[in-house]
């Protein structure tokens, strides 16, 4: 790559300073406003195609980051007046459910947990059921990720959207904290599965997440060879010279089961709060700070003093995600509050792992009905969503830490993070709840004599497909900005050109979602 082409392309995407918090809020309304719409055309009218789907669901965010980035209100109202209209439709019958589909009884959770796991802790194990709320905030989060990591590298995608170089608000410095947030609520379901989990051995659960870590920090390796390799252009106040996103990725799981027998005793949220202010005085009084801004980059660890600093910001994200991974995942929002704090009073007379207990109160307790209560959810997210609004705006109005900084991952940036996915996962969930009302948004895609069947009230198909291989997907997008990049001079490309490549990017990419979506290509 031509050096002048690589320093002024690295100039591009350097010293932004971002946008706002209300203007990032309104680009991303779209994405709720097309799932709107998607259930609209999706009650009233035939099934959809995957042309149809893609243009639905993954459109409106490219044009949301792209020709409408500084008229968000103006895509809004596009979306919305359609979906208005279709209202108006009466809806298409979907059928109805039998009683088996929605709950099942405690005797058969118990006898089907226990033909999968012969221990004494599968007892107590709760199966999951399906939300498609979740599913549709992760499909979209990946994919307005896939869009954004090419599209910056255009002229028709804003500056201001791009990544702040150190303190500032910007779309793409929400996605990296979204997509940890979100690493968070999934890895919430071995907890809810079976909270015991918290108490196991923590070197065997070391080990395996190791091994489930450890193929994400390889693409850490990989990724860092191709760019030094290829002479690709690189920020290097992102992480750091040798770090990358994909090393904080890996990190961060093994992090969060040093602290299991921590989360026994208080709650994860509480814990995430604590982890959040500690970084943020290490930062302002240990002069953490000081030391990213102005520190020379002599040595592997000055080298790389953004990812490894931020990694502690970005772990309070994970336990906070996780934090609200548990009240979504269990059916009942309050379900894993109340185990916890069973197993702290068993644990102080005995291990519960000596002595699981069988009576029939508590399991009752512990295995309860597979249908969700999402409105209680929904009640409860609300209050969270907005109790981190308020403290967003306290820290703002007192100054703590200076403004939002992605690179430092300080308290503010932690905060606005949860402030943030905790209130879309609320619009998601509020959507399913007006489309799908109860039971059919308890619903889940079943197979049938080898044919599918689709619930009306089961995540979009295409959003599934994504959601179900969205770290390959995420390695994928790489590869191909990448490549992109490396074939193509886009920082002096037109708007129109630009379009025209991001279309047939986002349209490939959820094609390969779509071609895997009965399969689940890498397990992590």
Request: charged share 15%; with cysteine.
């Amino acid at each position: 790559m031509d050096d002048d082409y690589k320093a002024s392309k690295e100039a591009f995407v350097s010293g932004m300073t971002g946008s706002s918090i209300g203007h990032i809020n309104m680009v991303s309304f779209a994405s709720l406003l097309s799932i709107a719409l998607y259930s609209a055309v999706r009650t009233r009218l035939p099934p959809l195609s995957f042309i149809a789907e893609t243009c639905l669901l993954v459109l409106p965010m490219l044009l949301s980051v792209t020709v409408f980035a500084n008229s968000p209100a103006l895509l809004s109202l596009l979306l919305a007046v359609p979906t208005l209209l279709l209202l108006m439709l009466p809806r298409r019958e979907s059928g109805t459910f039998l009683p088996s589909v929605l709950r099942h009884s405690r005797a058969s959770s118990r006898t089907s947990n226990t033909s999968r796991d012969p221990s004494p802790s599968a007892a107590l194990a709760v199966p999951i059921p399906p939300l498609p709320a979740l599913t549709t905030y992760r499909a979209h989060m990946l994919l307005l990720t896939f869009i954004c990591i090419l599209a910056v590298d255009f002229p028709v995608f804003p500056r201001q959207l791009a990544k702040c170089e150190t303190f500032g608000v910007s779309l793409m410095d929400i996605g990296v904290g979204s997509f940890v947030f979100s690493q968070g609520i999934v890895s919430a379901i071995p907890l809810v599965k079976n909270p015991t989990h918290l108490t196991a051995p923590l070197l065997p659960k070391l080990s395996l997440t190791l091994r489930k870590c450890s193929p994400v920090l390889l693409l850490g390796l990989l990724r860092t060879m191709s760019v030094k390799g290829t002479e690709y252009p690189e920020h290097v106040t992102e992480y750091g010279l040798h770090w990358n996103f994909f090393v904080t990725l890996g990190l961060i799981p093994i992090l969060q089961v040093l602290l299991h027998p921590v989360m026994v005793y208080i709650p994860i949220s509480l814990l995430g709060v604590v982890v959040a202010i500690s970084h943020q005085l290490a930062l302002s009084m240990g002069n953490l700070a000081q030391y990213i801004l102005d520190a020379p980059r002599d040595g592997v660890i000055a080298a790389n003093k953004e990812g490894i600093i931020s990694l502690t910001g970005y772990l309070a994200i994970h336990l906070l995600g996780l934090s609200t991974g548990t009240l979504l995942l269990a059916p009942s929002p309050s379900y894993f509050r109340r185990r916890q704090q069973q197993l702290a009073q068993r644990n102080g007379a005995a291990s519960i792992r000596q002595r699981p207990s069988t009576s029939d109160s508590d399991t009752d307790d512990e295995v309860p009905a597979v249908r969700r209560e999402n409105d209680k959810t929904a009640t409860e997210l609300c209050s969270y969503a907005v109790l981190w609004w308020v403290f967003l705006g306290a820290l703002k109005l007192f100054a703590v830490g200076g403004d939002v900084s992605r690179r430092m991952a300080n308290l503010q940036y932690v905060v606005w993070i949860a402030a943030y996915n905790s209130t879309f996962l609320l619009g998601y969930l509020v959507l399913d709840l007006a489309f799908f009302p109860s039971p059919l948004s308890t619903s889940a895609t079943r197979h049938t004599a080898g044919r599918e069947w689709e619930a009306a009230g089961s995540a979009p198909p295409l959003l599934e497909a994504v959601n179900k291989n969205g770290l390959v997907l995420f390695l994928l997008a790489n590869v191909a900005t990448g490549l992109i990049n490396l074939s193509m001079q886009t920082m002096y490309m037109s708007d129109w050109a630009a379009l025209l490549v991001l279309t047939a990017y986002s349209f490939g990419l959820s094609a390969v979602g779509w071609a895997c979506r009965h399969r689940k290509v890498w397990r992590f």
